[in-house]
């Protein structure tokens, strides 16, 4: 996403600045106008912000669990048997995230670093179980140097709604503009082969198709 983004809004036209913060962070501060926007938004769960037509893909959460666990997923009732370990103020799924409204069993990470702690935690049995987004899951593992056979994705979930850059409601006129750069630039990309290459260097299909 963040390669699409610097091709769209190139840095000789836009000052664009990325930052790495915790969620809770960008969503209050996109609703409040102290930043323009917010990746990977969705209407769902942000309804008030500005949003092109353009998405930027699609979420797949799973769980993870160490290498040779038992528990398998089998419903709602079987999450009440285990310690799960997730981002805090995400959405995934409405069966988990009815379990996780009862922060029972429920470890919650924040900050930046929050899914490397997650995965920590994990493999030192803090939590029996982590749900996350798989793609961002899986590079994270190799990011730590953690073998990836030592860690099972036991179930997926169905893939989430679309995700859209999700511009600030406090500045309408002007997030209307960027929403509307992003689509076209998005599509161009995506017409001329552009969008692909990216996508065939993270080995990702495009979600449009």
Same mark, same amino acid.
């Given at each position: 996403?963040?390669?699409?983004?610097? @091709?769209?809004?190139?840095?000789?036209?836009?000052? /664009?600045?990325?930052?790495?913060?915790?969620?809770? &962070?960008?969503?209050?501060?996109?609703?409040?106008?102290?930043?323009?926007?917010?990746?990977?938004?969705?209407?769902?769960?942000?309804?008030?912000?500005?949003? #092109?037509?353009?998405?930027?893909?699609?979420?797949?959460? $799973?769980?993870? *669990? @160490? +290498?040779?666990?038992? &528990?398998?997923?089998?419903? =709602?009732?079987?999450?009440? +048997?285990?310690? /799960?370990?997730?981002?805090?103020?995400?959405?995934?799924?409405?069966? *988990?995230?009815?379990?996780?409204? @009862?922060?029972? $069993? !429920?470890?919650?990470?924040? $900050?930046?670093?929050?899914?490397?702690?997650?995965?920590?935690?994990?493999?030192?049995?803090?939590?029996? !179980?982590?749900?996350?987004? !798989?793609? *961002?899951?899986?590079?994270?593992?190799?990011?730590? @140097?953690?073998? #990836?056979?030592?860690?099972?994705?036991?179930?997926?979930? #169905? #893939?989430?709604?679309?995700?859209?850059?999700?511009?600030?409601?406090?500045?309408?006129?002007?997030?209307? =503009?960027?929403?509307?750069?992003?689509? =076209?630039?998005?599509?161009?990309?995506?017409?001329?082969?552009?969008?692909?290459?990216?996508?065939?260097?993270? +080995?990702?299909?495009? &979600? !449009?198709?």
């Amino acid at each position: 996403i963040i390669e699409i983004l610097k @091709k769209i809004f190139p840095e000789a036209a836009y000052d /664009l600045q990325i930052q790495n913060r915790a969620w809770s &962070w960008v969503i209050k501060s996109v609703e409040t106008g102290e930043i323009d926007a917010a990746i990977a938004a969705d209407h769902v769960n942000n309804p008030t912000f500005i949003f #092109p037509t353009e998405s930027v893909g699609v979420q797949v959460f $799973g769980l993870f *669990v @160490k +290498k040779d666990t038992a &528990w398998r997923y089998d419903g =709602k009732e079987s999450l009440g +048997k285990i310690k /799960l370990g997730c981002m805090q103020d995400y959405s995934y799924n409405p069966v *988990v995230d009815a379990h996780i409204t @009862k922060k029972k $069993g !429920v470890y919650f990470m924040t $900050g930046t670093d929050g899914l490397s702690r997650g995965i920590k935690m994990l493999m030192n049995s803090r939590h029996d !179980v982590f749900i996350g987004e !798989v793609k *961002v899951f899986q590079m994270k593992l190799h990011e730590l @140097k953690i073998d #990836p056979s030592d860690i099972e994705l036991i179930h997926t979930f #169905p #893939p989430s709604s679309p995700l859209h850059i999700g511009f600030s409601p406090a500045n309408p006129e002007q997030s209307k =503009k960027w929403a509307l750069v992003f689509s =076209k630039g998005i599509a161009a990309m995506r017409k001329n082969g552009e969008l692909q290459k990216i996508l065939d260097r993270y +080995k990702i299909k495009d &979600w !449009v198709e």
